[in-house]
């Protein structure tokens, strides 16, 4: 129980083009869902955070507009990196909570902005 | 803010060794877990502990909930080659929002 998927796993995109990454539970019904961003050797770092049919809250320093997050359904998330830059190449890595204690993590998106 | 220290930042052990990993804080948390993050994969939850002092097991995996509120640790016994990975603990701040603060990880590898 508790699986948490991605798609795509890893996309490689030019520079200056929009990329849209899924995050979905596909065995429970996700109150909050949360989008990460890991750099080699480095621990997670939260983006934001959101919760279906309201606005994500985004960390200090994370740009909303170049990174649209649309909660749609208690079991889809979705983070769009847009104009994407070669600095926006990353893991991109989402979770799902299903009692707001647990968080179970997706496979991680690899984006690589050329 | 809120900040989780964890040690040691790497091991490098023989197999069939017990390894033992730990996190601290000066902040108080209510909850603590344990996470495995293999290379190019997002973190699976080992373990999650709720009460101060609480001791849970996983197979070879043991955490406890510090008695302070203020750390955790996580043992593993006798270790195989599969355990290879980077261990992440995590606690859930003051705030009700769900989130999670994460240590530094420990990258443990393991000689055949």
């Known amino acids: 129980g508790a699986v948490v998927s991605q798609h795509p796993s890893w996309v490689i995109c030019k520079s200056g083009t929009s990329v849209k990454i899924e995050c979905r539970s596909l065995?429970?019904?996700?109150?909050?869902m949360f989008w990460y961003r890991q750099f080699p050797k480095q621990s997670l770092m939260l983006m934001a955070t959101s919760n279906e049919g309201s606005k994500a809250t985004y960390e200090q320093g994370v740009e909303k507009d170049k990174f649209l997050i649309n909660h749609a359904s208690l079991t889809l998330s979705t983070l769009t990196v847009t104009s994407a830059h070669p600095e926006d190449s990353s893991f991109y890595i989402c979770s799902a909570s299903l009692s707001g204690y647990e968080q179970y993590f997706g496979p991680g998106t690899r984006l690589t902005v050329t | 803010g809120q900040q989780l220290n964890q040690s040691p930042q790497s091991m490098f052990i023989q197999e069939g060794e017990d390894v033992s990993m730990n996190c601290t804080s000066s902040?108080?948390?209510?909850?603590w877990l344990w996470y495995k993050q293999e290379p190019g994969e997002g973190p699976v939850l080992l373990i999650a502990l709720y009460k101060a002092g609480e001791l849970t097991s996983n197979g070879r995996l043991t955490a406890q909930f510090g008695i302070t509120r203020k750390d955790s640790f996580l043992n593993i016994s006798a270790s195989i080659p599969s355990d290879v990975g980077i261990y992440f603990c995590?606690?859930?701040?003051?705030?009700?929002?769900?989130?999670?603060?994460f240590g530094q990880g420990t990258t443990l590898q393991v000689k055949p």
């Open positions: 902040s108080i948390f209510n909850t």
């Open positions: 065995d429970f019904q996700a109150t909050t």
């Open positions: 995590a606690a859930h701040g003051s705030s009700n929002t769900g989130k999670l603060i």
